[in-house]
């Protein structure tokens, strides 16, 4: 007896009652039946799908004529000339009305949100023309009250008004009145140094207000108690002031940047107003105003301005970028400022001074003859408290044998500018050791030569601050730098220290560090030998100078 394999069929069920059904006892049919039925449906499947395909291909056969006759005819209508005509113009009214929309969907959404989105999109990059004096004005924004910042610059923010302007001191704030809804209230402290926590925390915060209803409109506001014609400035001389350095890289040349473009037709409005600071810069601050200069703390009225600047540009240390200038103007320019102000109008011609622009070469006799009927000018501006040059008489007598006539020049507060100024204008070499007092290098004529005495510690700051912008003013830079025998650190330290032997295992350290030891802690004393090289390479450059006159 033949017994017949069975097959066990399960039902599908859900996870949730498959319990219940596991007790089930399973429905079983005979093997071979199975293959019957499957060869069955197989066959039975396949002619189906054959003949509901057959049947699709029909049916599309007529739909297919159909497009390709459509087609046909475009391309027939378009090949005419009168269609082409209006259906490229209709082509480009459709996307010059699509571009339309587009820049409507972006500048004008109901959102409150959205609107002040677009508004500061529409603003922030013409904010900065504005400042720069590169646009009148808006017209957009017509005859309303605009305040807008500029805050891309890692430096420094930088702030425009325009409209009916009105200072209050008490409350350290300005306001423009008529200003648009979506405008909102500033706050800058207006110092270049804006990347510098610490010492920006001491500058005076001022807040600038934009008022939406007009003074015509009712609002509340204090009388004008002195209008100006002009446009203001408003930039701090707190900060790093008080160092020769950052007056000048912070102060006066960021103020020469932003100023010179009104041609003195703007009024000066400074926060933390130093009476020194006034009597030291008057000259060279008359020549970038024509007006007496506002203290923003102590002048308590209200005035009154239809156009402000608030902060001050600045471009790199102790330069001007000519590409960003107007007209191309460059430190060039503002070292000419500087004689305009500072300058002696009783020097006498100066026929010996070198001329601006390179001479031919000339050969080595005929220089020294030259140079020794008229010795080239040297200033050594000398140091009291630390990184003092110990053999500075050793220095000058060195300096006179190579044939320098020599003027040693220790500049101190409350010293006129016009004094150091006058040396430097008609010295041919300027010699000092690295320190602010380097920065009087702006006082002297292109093509002179700036000779840095480098201490141990500072090649990167001697570099940066002094070296590369004394390029770029156009004088010959000669950089000197002390070896560690030469530093008073070598008596402090063993000679294998870092200190000594690898000065950046300390400056990575920090500023203060730095400062602690290569800065404080640290005077010279040079190798006459070897520092003359210095000093004869110096003079020739000069005499070949003298020797085109």
Known sequence: MQIKRAATVSYPFSDDNSASLTTRRPFKMPMQKIKSMLRTF?????????????????????????????????IRLASSSSYSFYLAQATDSFVAEMSSDLESFTTHISSNLNYLQASEENTAHRCSDLINGRMVRMSSFGDEGLLCCDRSHNRTDVCYMRGDIRTDANSSSISVYGAGPWQVPETIRPYTRKWETEIMSTIDNITLLPVASSINNGSPSKACEKRHGVPGLVFSTGGYTGNLYHEFNDGLI????????????????????????????????????????????????????????????????????????????????????????????????????????????????????????????????????????????????????????????????????????????????????????????????????????????????????????????????????????????????????????????????????????????QNIKVNIGRFSRVLAKAHSHICKLYASV
């Not at 203290?295 to 600045?314: A, N």
């Not at 050969?363 to 003092?388: D, E, F, L, Q, Y």
């Open 254 to 521: 960021p103020l020469f940047i932003t100023a010179q473009r009104f041609h003195g037709e703007v009024v000066l409005v400074v926060m933390e107003y130093h009476s020194w600071w006034m009597t030291t810069y008057r000259p060279v601050i008359r020549k970038l105003t024509n007006y007496k200069v506002v203290d923003f703390s102590r002048d308590r009225r209200v005035h009154c301005f239809s156009e402000m600047i608030v902060g001050l540009r600045i471009h790199g240390e102790l330069s001007i970028d000519p590409l960003l200038m107007p007209e191309g103007i460059g430190i060039q320019d503002f070292r000419a400022l500087l004689g305009q102000g500072l300058g002696d109008s009783q020097l006498k011609p100066q026929e010996a001074r070198p001329p601006l622009v390179a001479p031919p070469p000339a050969s080595a006799s005929h220089s020294n003859r030259r140079c020794s009927t008229s010795k080239p000018k040297m200033t050594i501006i000398i140091r009291s408290k630390s990184r003092v040059l110990l053999n500075l008489d050793e220095i000058v007598k060195a300096c006179e044998h190579i044939g320098f006539e020599v003027q040693v020049l220790k500049p101190k507060r409350g010293m006129p500018l016009t004094v150091i100024h006058d040396a430097l204008d008609a010295a041919d070499v300027m010699l000092a050791v690295h320190g602010a007092a380097m920065t009087h290098f702006l006082f002297m004529r292109p093509r002179s030569v700036l000779i840095q005495i480098v201490p141990l510690g500072l090649d990167w700051a001697a570099e940066t601050y002094y070296g590369e912008p004394a390029r770029k003013l156009g004088l010959e830079y000669m950089a000197y730098r002390v070896r560690p025998g030469e530093s008073s650190l070598s008596k402090e330290y063993h000679r294998r220290s870092p200190v000594l032997m690898d000065p950046s295992i300390i400056t990575r350290q920090g500023w203060w560090e730095t400062k602690r030891i290569y800065l404080d802690r």
């Open 42 to 74: 197989a066959k039975g499947s396949t002619s189906d799908q054959r003949e509901q395909k057959k049947l699709s291909l029909y049916r599309l056969a007529p739909l297919f004529l159909l497009m390709l006759y459509a087609i046909c005819s475009v």
